[in-house]
């Protein structure tokens, strides 16, 4: 699955995956790749979704499916949207057991499929985080915010951390 190019060295999205995230702007970093190519994109549990963010990262909102609230049926919900898009960004209501995290997995390897999730996720081909990040564009106390550096790190899928510095 494509991924934006500042992601391209630190993580591939291989269809049938699972992969967390630590914060918003990397689930919509990482599914900005798949909607810039003409994929679908679907963002489940997000009540407080941002239309415009999502564009200024990268995602089509023409092809964006939002499903804010699913509630107790997150699982029906994501298993659904896992049927017709190639991109699921969920954050999860709670904890997930292994049995849930099982059955949407095997979905999404049925249908080629990525499911990328904000939160704690049994088991995930790589976990993305931040490590350090740093904003620029005020000096002084005057200005404007332009930029936001972060130096992300991907652990997981058996292999050494990998490291990369990305503007946000």
Avoid: N
């Avoid at 934006?4 to 591939?12: D, G, Q, S, T, W």
């Avoid at 790749?33 to 997000?46: D, I, L, N, P, R």
């Avoid at 239309?51 to 023409?62: D, K, N, P, S």
């Avoid at 915010?145 to 503007?167: F, H, I, K, N, Q």
Wanted: positive net charge; glycine residues 14%.
């Amino acid at each position: 699955m494509p991924v934006l190019p500042a992601f391209a060295e630190l993580v591939r999205l291989r269809t049938g995956g699972v992969y967390g995230v630590d914060s918003a702007t990397l689930g919509m970093a990482l599914a900005a790749g798949a909607s810039q190519a003409g994929e679908w994109v679907g963002f489940a549990g997000w009540d407080d979704f941002g239309a415009e963010a999502a564009q200024q990262r990268g995602i089509v909102l023409g092809r964006t499916v939002l499903v804010p609230s699913p509630g107790e049926h997150w699982l029906e919900v994501t298993a659904a949207l896992v049927d017709v898009l190639k991109v699921v960004v969920l954050r999860p209501p709670g904890g997930v057991d292994a049995k849930s995290a099982s059955l949407l997995e095997a979905r999404l390897r049925a249908r080629s499929a990525v499911l990328v999730v904000q939160g704690e996720w049994p088991r995930c081909e790589a976990r993305i985080s931040a490590e350090q990040v740093a904003w620029e564009g005020i000096g002084h106390g005057r200005g404007r915010l332009r930029e936001r550096r972060a130096t992300l790190v991907a652990r997981g899928g058996g292999r050494m951390p990998v490291r990369a510095e990305v503007v946000l």
